[in-house]
């Protein structure tokens, strides 16, 4: 099985502030990952696919990149919105895995 | 664009088995343009892949889960369910049903369920 390991698993940040997390897989999957925002009492929301692909309608401030084991997810400008807990996950042949998720709170 | 909406009782006595079932609305589950999954989430913790299924019946289930789990499809009422026997207090989670669209690459969840709680308890 091919493992996530997310970090950090917690982050604080101020509004206006450039975010990052990273997600590394435990073998090659290529660029075979997406990024979710969830709130709390929500389902997840897809914000980016195929590693760096943003889906309609989600705000330019997210970004991702990498390809491999290795990628980082981007938020360029914090906005008090973005409060919420983000997942990468990872698609290898149709069997499905996802971070830890990494809680993000406003300082 | 698609909705989904999940259906199922929210109360399981230990050892037993829950079922749920998604319903999909404005599409086809017929489409080839997706798999269709089940992801859960215990109380505050982080999201599980249970398994995805293809409108052919075609499965894929998480290993972790295999022993326990069936997930089929019904094209003609355009719902999918899930199966999962000899229930334990660690299966008590908010259940989701997602589509997972198939494109070249990540084939990411796209459309999710509002999600529904199931316990498990006596």
């Known amino acids: 099985d091919i493992q996530m390991t997310q970090s950090p698993s917690s982050l604080s940040a101020s509004v206006g502030d450039r975010v990052t997390i990273t997600c590394q897989a435990s073998?090659?999957?290529?660029?075979?990952l997406n990024w979710y925002q969830q709130k709390p009492g929500k389902a997840p929301k897809l914000l980016i696919y195929d590693a760096s692909n943003l889906e309609t309608g989600v705000p330019s401030r997210f970004s991702g990149s990498g390809s491999g084991t290795d990628f980082t997810f981007t938020i360029s400008s914090l906005q008090p919105e973005d409060i919420a807990t983000y997942y990468c996950q990872q698609y290898d042949n149709l069997l499905i895995t996802f971070g830890q998720g990494t809680r993000l709170e406003i300082k | 664009q698609l909705q989904l909406q999940e259906s199922g009782p929210g109360l399981v006595k230990p050892s037993e088995t829950l079922s749920l079932t998604c319903t999909v609305s404005g599409g086809s589950i017929s489409s080839s343009s997706y798999y269709w999954g089940w992801i859960r989430q215990p109380p505050g913790k982080g999201l599980e892949w249970i398994g995805s299924i293809y409108y052919s019946g075609s499965t894929y289930y998480n290993p972790s889960l295999k022993s326990r789990v069936t997930i089929s499809v019904d094209t003609s009422k355009n719902q999918f369910s899930l199966k999962l026997s000899s229930v334990t207090a660690a299966d008590t989670a908010v259940y989701y049903c997602a589509s997972l669209k198939r494109i070249v690459g990540a084939n990411p969840f796209d459309y999710w369920g509002q999600g529904t709680l199931v316990t498990v308890s006596s």
């Open positions: 073998q090659d999957i290529s660029n075979y």
